[in-house]
């Protein structure tokens, strides 16, 4: 399942809840770009035993993936380098 297809699971829970139940609902979803972890799984790495909101939840989830999850540190072809700051030079592809 694709992290947005997660976070509409997440967000198909009533709030508050505990991350153990959030867990037990919807912890056997296996999260495609993250090595295929399953929720459940990330969910325990978040730290959090209590959830607020859909949101408070996928913003912890997201903050729990493995860094090879969501590609390149560090990385954007969007921003320019700020001012003051010496950026490489640019390269085409």
Do not use: N, W
């Amino acid at each position: 399942m694709t992290f947005k297809q997660a976070a509409d699971v997440l967000h198909a829970q009533e709030y508050p809840a505990s991350a153990s139940a959030i867990a037990a609902a919807c912890g056997d979803v296996e999260l495609e770009s993250a090595g295929g972890e399953d929720l459940r799984t990330v969910i325990a790495r978040t730290g959090v035993d209590e959830f607020a909101s859909a949101t408070e939840a996928t913003f912890a989830v997201y903050g729990a993936l493995p860094a090879a999850a969501v590609g390149r540190i560090g990385y954007t072809d969007r921003d320019p380098d700020p001012m003051g700051v010496e950026g490489s030079d640019p390269v085409s592809f």
